[in-house]
């Protein structure tokens, strides 16, 4: 994955940010200076990568078997909400509430 940022006045060069990704990166924000991106790996999971404000968290694995790129939202402030196909065709789930993740077969 790479990066580039507008800082207000001009562009920023381009940041690598590693990975291996199959599909393309879905970026959402919750809040000033944050950013939490979403990609589906070469194992087919979901994988996650953040901006805090002041540096990238490194690649997190939040498993599952994905059959289309991660479509993101968020609705407020340390709330994320992830959907995806699986390979049974369905419409999974995922979510972050601020304190852990939720989701993929938890009821």
Not at 44 to 70: F, I, Q
Not at 92 to 104: D, F, P
Request: aromatic fraction near 16%; hydrophobic fraction near 35%.
């Amino acid at each position: 994955m790479h990066h580039r940022w507008w800082n207000g006045s001009s562009w920023g060069e381009w940041e690598y940010l590693d990975g291996v990704l199959t599909s393309a990166p879905e970026c959402v924000s919750w809040g000033e200076n944050r950013i939490d991106c979403f990609v589906r790996g070469d194992d087919k999971a979901m994988h996650h990568r953040w901006w805090n404000g002041s540096s990238w968290g490194e690649w997190e694995y939040l498993d599952g078997v994905l059959t289309s790129a991660p479509e993101c939202v968020s609705w407020g402030e340390n709330r994320i909400d992830c959907f995806v196909r699986g390979d049974d065709k369905a419409m999974h789930h995922r979510w972050w509430n601020g304190r852990s993740w939720g989701g993929w077969g938890q009821r």
